[in-house]
């Protein structure tokens, strides 16, 4: 299997997301790096907290970083864990049963999702846990970025 290089960052549920942004940002000081509809994300010396108001993100979500994401994932499907991909109501389902959330950044066949800077994938674990996977991909902002 590709071998785990680090913590890459944990996703926390936030139901009401402009509620916890609010907290975070009074806690940290800064506000997020990264703010979408369902998804906020702040970083600092090397650690990012994400902030989800995804449905099926119950519990703290740790993604591994990786060095090649599509061998990481298939190993961990042999290693009996089943590939997961969100769909169309923001639900996680597993990969071929539900229509996927549509896009061209999500892969249907394994749920893999291309992102600005990253590549990642959430599976379920034989015992019914969540393991995801992050796999950095370099990039270049373009100059009216922050």
Request: no cysteine; hydrophobic share 50%.
């Amino acid at each position: 299997m590709t071998r785990l290089t680090g913590f890459g960052n944990v996703v926390l549920p936030a139901r009401d997301l402009i509620a916890s942004v609010d907290a975070w940002t009074a806690l940290l000081g800064q506000p997020p790096a990264f703010q979408s509809d369902d998804f906020a994300a702040f970083s600092g010396d090397g650690v990012e907290i994400g902030l989800t108001a995804a449905p099926w993100v119950d519990h703290p979500l740790v993604f591994w970083t990786v060095e090649d994401i599509e061998q990481a994932h298939a190993a961990l499907v042999a290693a009996g864990a089943t590939a997961m991909t969100e769909v169309s109501d923001g639900s996680l389902a597993e990969v071929g049963t539900a229509d996927a959330a549509t896009g061209d950044n999500i892969d249907p066949a394994t749920g893999i999702v291309d992102m600005p800077g990253a590549r990642l994938a959430v599976l379920k674990a034989a015992d019914g846990n969540l393991v995801a996977i992050t796999q950095e991909i370099p990039m270049e902002w373009a100059a009216d970025q922050p």
